[in-house]
């Protein structure tokens, strides 16, 4: 590998002026500044990030850990955080826990002194994990996890609000008998989606009974819920599932079933994911922006990060909108949006 040292002997100038001259520190005249470049570019010369980040206590390398890297709703969040990372100059480290918290202990260790920050979505987790695990010292944003933390950042959607807007839109177009889809248990988004619907159904259907069943955020859940729904009697007239990937699933066993979406049974979901769209009907859902939660995120790491991050801008929310498409609508056309 060629070193700095080699550079300085080919150049002829020291190790010193090799550094100024390719960190732009000044110091060297441009003639040389040029010389030292020239021959830094053709033998190939590459600095070492691990003794650069011994001297600027920066490695430029920001670790994310999220549940999973599978799906829409994950690809398009890591885009957003990408994307705001390589307009500053920075690298992405990514892990996946899978819902496994020694898996999570494990990853949080492996990235201490490898990354200026991290970016951390546990929404399994609570409170008392996070104190053991979370390095100390170390910059830290929680995005969609618990954040009873003060010493914490944190930027979370609109879980309950959004949630609870979807069934004022249910409720408003008649439906009574509403069902709903959870997502994986012990999930922070999922509670917060269940307590909406929950709610709203006290509030405008005194004494109905809820109508829950589980899932996991993946299709095949959400098409093994579709079939245990089409066989309940009486059976529901509204699916309120807490992605839109089950929704998309449940709609394809429901329509296997014969059902009209959404004449006999409406359907919604939640994430507002590319694909819902482009589903036939198109799938009405709580739009999150996804792309925006990222790049929000990173930015409020690297406030934090430069030690400019006031405590009245330490935990924000990520609002969400009602989208509401054809499978809640049937008569507009497939695809048009009413937010």
């Keep these: ?44 010369y590459v600095p ?21 890297l599978h799906g829409e709703f994950f690809s398009e969040l890591i885009r957003g955080i990408d994307l705001a990372a390589r307009a500053r100059g920075q690298h992405l480290l990514v892990s996946s826990s899978h819902d496994d918290t020694a898996e999570v202990a494990a990853v949080l ?25 979370l390095p100390i ?38 439906r009574r008998r509403i069902a709903f889809v959870q997502g994986p248990a012990g999930n922070r988004d999922v509670a917060e989606r269940e307590r909406a619907y929950r709610d ?9 009974e809820p109508i829950v069943l589980p899932g996991d955020f993946s299709e095949a859940s959400g098409y093994a819920a579709g079939e245990r729904l089409r066989r309940l009697d009486p059976l529901p007239d509204a699916v309120f599932a807490a992605n839109d990937m089950m929704a998309i699933g449940c709609m394809a066993a429901l329509r296997e079933a014969g059902l009209r979406i959404p004449e006999d049974v409406a359907l ?9 769209r482009y589903v036939t009907p ?34 924000r929310q990520i609002p969400t909108e009602l989208v509401v498409r054809a499978s809640t609508r049937g008569t507009d056309h497939a695809g048009a949006d009413r937010r």
């Excluded at 080919?10 to 100024?20: C, F, L, N, T």
């Excluded at 990235?111 to 053991?132: I, N």
């Design 200 to 208: 709203a159904l006290v509030r405008r259907l005194p004494g109905a």
């Design 1 to 44: 590998m060629v070193t700095i040292k080699d550079v300085a002997r080919e150049a002829g100038v020291s190790v010193a002026s090799v550094s100024r001259a390719l960190n732009g520190h000044g110091g060297v005249t441009a003639q040389t500044q040029a010389r030292i470049r020239e021959v830094a570019t053709r033998l190939r």
């Design 109 to 133: 260790q492996a990235m201490q002194g490898r990354v200026d920050g991290l970016l951390v979505m546990l929404p399994q987790v609570d409170t008392a994990f996070l104190q053991q695990n």
């Design 282 to 315: 198109a799938l009405t859902t709580v739009r999150v922006h996804i792309a925006q939660l990222g790049s929000d995120a990173l930015a409020l790491l690297d406030a934090q990060v430069d030690g400019q991050l006031a405590p009245a801008e330490r935990h």
């Design 268 to 276: 919604a979901g939640f994430d507002d994911v590319q694909m819902t």
């Design 137 to 174: 010292g170390l910059p830290v944003v929680l995005m969609n996890t618990a954040h009873d933390t003060p010493e914490h950042a944190s930027l979370e959607v609109d879980n309950y609000g959004g949630a609870s807007r979807m069934m004022q839109h249910l409720l408003d177009i008649g």
């Design 48 to 68: 070492h990030v691990a003794a650069r980040s011994l001297i600027t206590r920066r490695t430029h390398t920001v670790g994310t850990l999220l549940p999973d």
